[in-house]
């Protein structure tokens, strides 16, 4: 595993145990349940995806005020 993928890892951890209210209300009120396994902060190539699952072959991705902060920018 390289550098940045071991930053990103991390990093993915972080998000996992800090999710945005958007991303645990998803989580907790419909994907957690679901016949088809997810995984939250998934990394993938260089980029982290908010929730994946391999078996739907679906990405989810949510946009949350995260975005607009000037540390995202």
Known sequence: ???ANKALTQRA???R???TPQERK???EF????P???QR???MGQYIVDFYSASARLVIEIDGGQHFEAESM
Do not use: A, S, T
């Open 1 to 3: 595993m390289g550098m």
């Open 13 to 15: 951890r972080e998000l």
């Open 17 to 19: 145990n800090n999710m």
């Open 26 to 28: 998803l989580w907790y």
């Open 31 to 34: 994907l957690r349940d679901r």
């Open 36 to 38: 088809e396994h997810f």
């Open 41 to 43: 902060q998934k990394v």
